[in-house]
């Protein structure tokens, strides 16, 4: 499968040995031939690529050579695909060919740009560009007569872009030992701060586990803000019941009317009123609407029922 888009950008194919023609002034994403980078395609117990980012040094320690080095990591179906690359030495590739850093647009790996070309392809006169399982390699040439030229116009220039750090390995020994002096101070007040830290932390922790005794809290405070919660809802809902309670309490009744019973059931407040007719209960429940508390009414056995929810 090939992808088709717009890009005012030229491909290029970037390897040690191989020849290449450029412009000045015209811009080009450059390809990077497997001589410039290691890669690797692992299945690791992580579902994250963020996760496999933070330990890419370690999976490529035992095979890079002593250098700078960047690393990249893209997942593909189950599995890792992960790059190390030096910019430094992709710098002095593209300086040897006589490519300008600024008129390259972006970088891309071979393995990435070149995803759907599954035939041979002629690199150099002694190596040829050959994907075997799922991975792109150079081999020997003279083991395929028939490698074909690469059809960089039909590269995916779409995703996976990697960018240089020009400068990154340009750095004079003098202000090297200066940056590792200051880092050295720094890392010795953090340390000082920590211990400190560290001292007022376990006496915090001690204090709050003595109050957590001496009150029968819990040990964990998701535990007591669960508790606190129920507590909060339990004290809302007596609130409530109190103040609905005197509100009709304080409802004015005439002779022959009066408060049958009250019932409190499933978070359901009910009071019962005997000889309040329909057009009187406004001035029995006048007292509830002033306070704003919500309420219903209705008519059982012709008793008045006023009913709140708790």
């Not at 194919?13 to 023609?21: G, H, K, N, R, V």
């Not at 015209?26 to 496999?52: G, M, Q």
């Not at 593909?76 to 030495?89: G, L, P, Q």
């Amino acid at each position: 499968m090939f992808w088709s888009f717009k890009d005012d950008a030229q491909s290029i194919f970037l390897d040690i040995d191989a020849a290449c023609s450029v412009t000045a002034g015209k811009k080009y994403n450059v390809i990077l031939s497997p001589s410039l980078y290691w890669v690797k395609k692992l299945s690791l117990p992580l579902k994250y690529t963020h996760e496999v980012k933070k330990i890419l040094p370690t999976l490529f320690e035992e095979n890079l050579p002593e250098g700078n080095y960047n690393y990249y990591v893209y997942k593909e179906d189950d599995a890792f695909i992960c790059f190390a690359y030096e910019d430094r030495k992709i710098l002095e590739v593209l300086e040897q060919k006589g490519i300008s850093p600024s008129d390259v647009k972006s970088f891309f790996f071979a393995q990435t740009a070149l995803e759907g070309f599954d035939d041979v392809y002629r690199v150099n006169e002694a190596e040829v560009l050959k994907k075997e399982e799922g991975i792109f390699l150079l081999l020997p040439a003279a083991w395929y007569k028939d490698a074909k030229e690469l059809p960089l116009e039909r590269a995916n220039t779409s995703k996976h872009a990697i960018s240089l750090q020009h400068f990154s390995h340009i750095v004079r020994p003098e202000l090297l030992y200066k940056i590792i002096a200051v880092l050295l101070a720094f890392v010795f007040v953090l340390f000082v701060e920590l211990f400190v830290l560290g001292s007022v932390k376990e006496s915090v922790v001690e204090e709050s586990q003595n109050i957590f005794a001496q009150k029968g809290l819990k040990p964990t405070m998701m535990q007591n803000r669960s508790i606190l919660s129920q507590y909060k809802s339990i004290y809302e809902r007596q609130k409530k019941l109190r103040e609905s309670l005197i509100a009709l309490l304080k409802s004015t009744l005439k002779k022959g009317e009066h408060i049958e019973h009250i019932r409190l059931k499933d978070g359901v407040l009910r009071v019962y009123f005997s000889g309040v007719s329909a057009l009187q209960k406004a001035r029995v429940t006048a007292a509830l609407a002033k306070e704003k508390i919500p309420f219903k009414t209705e008519f059982e056995k012709e008793q008045l029922v006023v009913e709140v929810k708790l």
